[in-house]
């Protein structure tokens, strides 16, 4: 079945210890998207790849960075993760089609720093 | 600027009674609006969508949602709740940003509990 996949599902890391999050998708889908859940909060979109063209958001923290290496592929870098930086982490893509597209979400990876 | 307001953060039913999550939102022009569902520890499930047309739109497990533009209101109602539908509810509107990519903008949730 096509799908979001994200990797790890868990992630703990250490206060200040660079930590990279995975997503892939077999949608073949053009954008991928971010988003941080703090818990018992709506999801905040980070930032999002339209293609290869990187989109962030205005509040987004410059601790924040993504890449995404090909289509199906994205990755979240927190350069220095943060006690307020745990969170659940969704992916989501879309194939744009006039703007009218819905966004396919992963499981999310809820990340512990210590 | 877009936003969206559930105004019942947590709601309790009895098992086969009817539902009705509240959602307002703010948007500057024809919004896209979105209830998705997610249970603890799980990614986002979209239940329906509405883009123009009926505003009556039926979605899965049930769910159908009427948009009301003179309340700016995209309320999700099922007539009769299984204890299945246990979860948190989204509302959201989409924004369509210059590259055409459709980035969502979520209310604060409203969390189902279903009693027997």
């Known amino acids: 079945d096509a799908m979001v996949i994200q990797n790890p599902r868990y992630q703990v890391t250490q206060f200040g210890k660079p930590v990279t999050l995975s997503c892939s998708q077999t949608l073949n889908h053009n954008v991928m998207y971010w988003y941080q859940q703090k818990s018992s909060q709506a999801p905040k979109l980070l930032f999002h790849?339209?293609?290869?063209?990187?989109?962030n958001e205005a509040d987004t923290p410059d601790n924040f960075q993504s890449r995404r290496p090909n289509t199906s592929f994205c990755f979240l870098d927190i350069r220095s993760p943060g006690l307020g930086d745990a969170a659940m982490y969704l992916c989501?893509?879309?194939?744009?089609?006039?703007?009218?597209?819905?966004?396919?979400f992963g499981p999310g990876t809820r990340l512990t720093v210590l | 600027a877009q936003s969206v307001t559930q105004p019942d953060i947590h709601i309790t039913v009895s098992e086969g009674a009817s539902l009705e999550l509240r959602c307002n939102y703010s948007?500057?022009?024809?919004?896209?609006l979105f209830w998705y569902v997610q249970s603890p520890g799980q990614g986002l499930q979209l239940l329906l969508k509405?883009?123009?047309?009926?505003?009556l739109v039926q979605g899965i497990k049930g769910f159908e949602a009427e948009f009301k533009r003179s309340q700016s209101s995209f309320n999700l109602r099922k007539p009769s709740v299984h204890w299945s539908d246990a979860a948190e509810y989204f509302c959201?509107?989409?924004?369509?940003?210059?590259?055409?990519?459709?980035?969502?903008?979520f209310g604060t949730g409203t969390r189902l509990t279903v009693i027997p």
């Open positions: 989501a893509t879309s194939r744009v089609a006039g703007g009218r597209n819905e966004q396919f």
């Open positions: 959201a509107v989409g924004r369509t940003d210059q590259t055409g990519a459709n980035n969502l903008f």
């Open positions: 948007y500057g022009a024809t919004p896209y």
């Open positions: 509405y883009f123009s047309g009926d505003t």
């Open positions: 790849y339209y293609d290869k063209d990187f989109n």
